[in-house]
């Protein structure tokens, strides 16, 4: 079963319905959704390898992984900053500079990966694995960041919208989780010795994968809803 | 309140907070004026009475307390100096200035007595009978007319407008014939009959004034330290209760952060002693609207501004 049919365009809906709600509310939202938007550039850079031409090459999948580690440190970023407002009340920055920094820290990472030899199966490898190091470890952080945040505004219209953020980010930790395991146990060239493991962490991904696609436009879907 | 008919109005209807007393006093010991000063004020009547240009009664009638010679100018300059005092100024003949002083010094027998109810000529047969020095006062609520006695013989008649002692009896018995018309019975005492000393001359009274003036710098003082103190106190009573409806109206919207939100912008926009102020209480609203928008959607924002305006108004017009 080929799951990136299913993944590719909830990811492209749940890119698109957290841009557009980057765009009409409050500032410290802005980190928070242009960080989940980065996650389809980050998952449609990989896909698009198998019909553009010229996009399979080890810089572009660099890049992706790269704007993937890019999108789980933004959108931490939001949620710290929402904590900090939810904890001082104290509210700065612009939504503009934002968006600047986000767009200066890709190009910036692409300059850095064109300026440096060609990435090799192994280096694109470490990359992978950093970023999903990244997306485990920030994702459980995340979790427990939203938990302080709900319970700060818990009887507030947009709490719920936390809860539901939770839940995205456990499916992301299922996801990013089971394909860490599997790269660092390098269960693919294993699966045979280890055929369940291998499957079992696979299944996870994919269907982490899907639900944290899901959740996300479903999340963000909510949030317009409460923030009407 | 002391009751005396007007004599020859010199002037009238001053306000003697708004002149130098001692300076004005000294004019008329200058110009030989005998006659007398009433003050009426708020908390009482005074008079000064002026022979020949020397000071020689004092007296400040204040409830049932009576204050005499320097005591009563110093309270009568306080008085005028506090405001709302009204003074007239009456030219007299020499003999009806000391009758009037004896009158004001000497002794009440009968208050208020109702003409009608009275034997009138019972009452001046005891009078010659006693051999009585004084005077009857007989009086409406607008007018009055004295009639002097001396060892029981009546020496005559003053009444408003008058400047001396008369002897034509028509005035003051039209006073008698008008309806509620009273009369009292006053006994001079012998207080026409002392030497009476300048008071101006064994006191300075341009201290006194400077006293008083001090005084009453003082009470104002007080006074608008205490009506400060009062709007402080009405003040932070209101801004308590703004903040609370502004506290109450948040969490019903927004939730317990709301309170916070609250609490912060008021202390920003209405710091302790800031008096509150539509405008910058418009202000704080934008604020927190701005602010609410991390938690709640614009409807919910919009309902709760629309329901803090609605509460300070409510509040701004109750106090």
Request: net charge neutral; charged share 20%; with cysteine.
């Amino acid at each position: 079963m080929d799951w990136s049919l299913l993944q590719l365009p909830l990811w492209i809906i749940a890119g698109g319905v957290s841009f557009y709600f980057s765009l009409g509310n409050a500032r410290v939202w802005t980190s928070i959704a242009v960080g989940f938007f980065l996650i389809l550039i980050g998952e449609i850079l990989p896909a698009a390898f198998s019909f553009l031409p010229g996009m399979d090459m080890p810089e572009v999948r660099a890049l992706a992984s790269i704007v993937g580690t890019i999108s789980i440190l933004v959108m931490s970023h939001g949620f710290q900053e929402y904590y900090v407002f939810s904890r001082t009340l104290e509210l700065e920055g612009n939504k503009a500079l934002v968006y600047i920094a986000t767009v200066a820290v890709i190009f910036s990472s692409a300059v850095f990966i064109l300026i440096n030899p060609s990435p090799t199966a192994e280096t694109l490898k470490v990359i992978k694995i950093v970023e999903n190091t990244n997306w485990v470890f920030l994702s459980l952080i995340n979790i427990d960041l939203i938990r302080k945040i709900y319970l700060n505004i818990k009887d507030s219209p947009i709490s719920k919208g936390f809860g539901a953020f939770m839940a995205v980010f456990f499916f992301i930790f299922l996801w990013r989780g089971s394909d860490l395991y599997i790269q660092v146990y390098d269960l693919v060239n294993l699966q045979d010795a280890y055929p369940f493991r291998y499957h079992l962490s696979e299944f996870c991904s994919n269907i982490g994968n899907v639900l944290a696609g899901l959740s996300v436009a479903g999340t963000f879907l909510y949030l317009a809803k409460l923030l009407r | 309140m002391i009751l005396l008919p007007r004599g020859n109005a010199v002037r009238e209807k001053v306000d003697p907070g708004k002149i130098n007393l001692p300076d004005a006093l000294g004019k008329l010991q200058k110009s030989q004026f005998t006659g007398y000063l009433r003050f009426d004020t708020v908390k009482g009547t005074g008079i000064v009475i002026f022979t020949a240009g020397k000071l020689i009664s004092a007296l400040f009638e204040e409830g049932n307390d009576q204050l005499i010679a320097y005591d009563a100018i110093a309270r009568i300059f306080e008085v005028s100096l506090q405001g709302q005092a009204n003074l007239d100024i009456y030219k007299l003949s020499g003999d009806l200035a000391i009758s009037i002083h004896a009158l004001l010094h000497g002794k009440v027998l009968y208050k208020g007595q109702e003409l009608k109810l009275i034997d009138i000529k019972a009452l001046l047969g005891k009078l010659k009978e006693d051999k009585m020095s004084g005077c009857l006062r007989i009086y409406t609520d607008d007018k009055i007319a004295l009639i002097f006695y001396r060892d029981g013989n009546p020496l005559g008649f003053f009444h408003d407008g008058s400047t001396d002692i008369e002897t034509r009896a028509d005035e003051s018995m039209s006073v008698a014939r008008l309806p509620g018309a009273k009369v009292d019975v006053l006994s001079s005492g012998g207080a026409d009959a002392i030497n009476l000393a300048d008071l101006m001359a064994s006191a300075d009274l341009s201290a006194l004034w400077r006293k008083a003036q001090e005084i009453v710098i003082k009470q104002r003082k007080s006074l608008s330290e205490a009506e400060s103190r009062d709007r402080q106190v009405l003040e932070n009573d209101r801004r308590v209760r703004v903040q609370l409806m502004l506290r109450a109206t948040a969490e019903a919207h927004i939730g317990k952060i709301g309170t916070s939100l609250v609490e912060k912008e008021y202390e920003k926009y209405f710091p302790e002693g800031k008096p509150l102020d539509e405008a910058v209480f418009n202000k704080l609203l934008d604020h927190l609207g701005n602010a609410a928008k991390m938690v709640a959607g614009g409807t919910t924002i919009k309902k709760m501004i629309d329901d803090m305006r609605k509460g300070f108004r409510n509040l701004l017009k109750e106090s």
